[in-house]
């Protein structure tokens, strides 16, 4: 829970969306290699995964249901060389082994091998620029490049999950101490903080541009998760039968909560929300947004009730809450 007056994380909140916040955010690192290593993860991926070195995809992964198992990003790092980046890889890597029986193929969990720090914000390109070796001007979004700070080797990946315009930067796990140190030299020149609040950078400036976590889409489609432009139903993937039979019933909305109480409400994962007395779904996460000046949430919703203006209530306390225009909260 984040309350309004939090002087700390406000701060941080304003930090990435005026200037530069960077924090350490390693994620589950897979990497997967093989001459059948592509073929593979595109049948385990919704999204056409790209065999072009240094090339990202955001990609959900389903079960037999046809109903998000995980979303992750995978990238090519080399020729049969892929990078996944999921913070659930104990769920990943048993659906590698169910369809790897046969496949050139065999990966490697990074997690203690690989760590990254974030720098997101407006400033971050300058930041960066005025470290690396190489300037990465020209990088595009969901792209990978190797580059150099000093003597320190690092990869850099253009990827976030603020909304904001940033970077990823990636090192071996014991180098990770240093990046820190070369992060906070640079950081007085262009206002940069570390953060402090994990909820901040995991939920509430996410959630404020329509970025949900795994635990949110949890049951749904793609579609149902507002993720239907990933899925490429012309080409086989796991979970495509039953994603082709499926209707969709419930959408992810966002929600906002009533004026005036936003400091003190609590409202937690999975409370119900009701439309006149009668529980219609659940809210599957609410926090303060520092830049939005509101509390706000997605929840998890009979598609009847999906409307944007719809009054519903939510929680242990009946708070009035109204399904917003769209999940994303801030452009």
Same mark, same amino acid.
């Given at each position: 829970?984040?309350?309004?007056?939090?002087?700390?994380?406000?701060?941080?909140?304003?930090?990435?969306?005026?200037?530069?916040?960077?924090?350490?955010?390693?994620?589950?690192?897979?990497?997967?290699?093989?001459?059948?290593?592509?073929?593979?993860?595109?049948?385990?991926?919704?999204?056409?995964?790209?065999?072009?070195?240094?090339?990202?995809?955001?990609?959900?992964?389903?079960?037999?249901?046809?109903?998000?198992?995980?979303?992750?990003?995978?990238?090519?790092?080399?020729?049969?060389?892929?990078?996944?980046?999921?913070?659930?890889?104990?769920?990943?890597?048993?659906?590698?082994?169910?369809?790897?029986?046969?496949?050139?193929?065999?990966?490697?969990?990074?997690?203690?091998?690989?760590?990254?720090?974030?720098?997101?914000?407006?400033?971050?390109?300058?930041?960066?620029?005025?470290?690396?070796?190489?300037?990465?001007?020209?990088?595009?979004?969901?792209?990978?490049?190797?580059?150099?700070?000093?003597?320190?080797?690092?990869?850099?990946?253009?990827?976030?999950?603020?909304?904001?315009?940033?970077?990823?930067?990636?090192?071996?796990?014991?180098?990770?101490?240093?990046?820190?140190?070369?992060?906070?030299?640079?950081?007085?020149?262009?206002?940069?903080?570390?953060?402090?609040?994990?909820?901040?950078?995991?939920?509430?400036?996410?959630?404020?541009?329509?970025?949900?976590?795994?635990?949110?889409?949890?049951?749904?489609?793609?579609? +149902?998760?507002?993720?239907?432009?990933?899925?490429?139903?012309?080409?086989?993937?796991?979970?495509?039968?039953?994603?082709?039979?499926?209707?969709?019933?419930?959408?992810?909305?966002?929600?906002?909560?009533?004026?005036?109480?936003?400091?003190?409400?609590?409202?937690?994962?999975? +409370?119900?929300?009701?439309?006149?007395?009668?529980?219609?779904?659940?809210?599957?996460?609410?926090?303060?947004?520092?830049?939005?000046?509101?509390?706000?949430?997605?929840?998890?919703?009979?598609?009847?009730?999906?409307?944007?203006?719809?009054?519903?209530?939510?929680?242990?306390?009946?708070?009035?809450?109204?399904?917003? +225009?769209?999940?994303?909260?801030?452009?």
């Amino acid at each position: 829970m984040l309350f309004r007056e939090d002087k700390v994380a406000r701060a941080d909140a304003e930090a990435v969306r005026k200037n530069v916040g960077w924090y350490c955010w390693t994620h589950d690192l897979v990497e997967v290699r093989g001459k059948d290593a592509h073929d593979l993860l595109d049948y385990i991926c919704v999204n056409v995964i790209s065999d072009t070195v240094g090339v990202s995809k955001y990609t959900t992964m389903l079960n037999d249901e046809g109903k998000i198992l995980d979303d992750t990003i995978v990238t090519c790092m080399a020729e049969n060389v892929y990078w996944v980046s999921t913070l659930y890889g104990p769920k990943f890597q048993p659906l590698l082994k169910q369809y790897a029986e046969g496949k050139d193929v065999e990966w490697e969990d990074l997690t203690e091998v690989i760590g990254m720090y974030a720098v997101q914000g407006p400033k971050s390109l300058d930041m960066l620029n005025s470290m690396l070796e190489t300037p990465i001007d020209d990088m595009k979004r969901f792209r990978m490049a190797d580059n150099k700070i000093g003597d320190l080797p690092v990869r850099i990946h253009r990827s976030g999950f603020t909304g904001e315009n940033g970077y990823e930067v990636y090192v071996k796990r014991e180098e990770l101490p240093q990046l820190h140190d070369l992060l906070a030299e640079a950081s007085p020149k262009f206002d940069a903080r570390e953060l402090q609040t994990l909820e901040v950078y995991v939920r509430s400036l996410p959630m404020e541009k329509g970025m949900a976590l795994k635990q949110d889409m949890a049951g749904l489609t793609p579609s +149902e998760a507002g993720l239907g432009w990933s899925v490429h139903m012309e080409k086989d993937f796991h979970g495509k039968e039953a994603l082709e039979s499926y209707e969709d019933q419930y959408k992810l909305v966002g929600i906002v909560l009533d004026e005036g109480r936003e400091s003190y409400e609590d409202i937690a994962q999975n +409370e119900p929300i009701c439309h006149k007395g009668v529980q219609c779904g659940i809210v599957r996460q609410m926090i303060y947004g520092y830049t939005v000046e509101k509390n706000i949430g997605f929840a998890i919703v009979d598609k009847k009730f999906a409307e944007p203006g719809t009054l519903l209530t939510a929680g242990p306390n009946f708070a009035k809450v109204t399904v917003a +225009e769209d999940k994303k909260f801030l452009d």
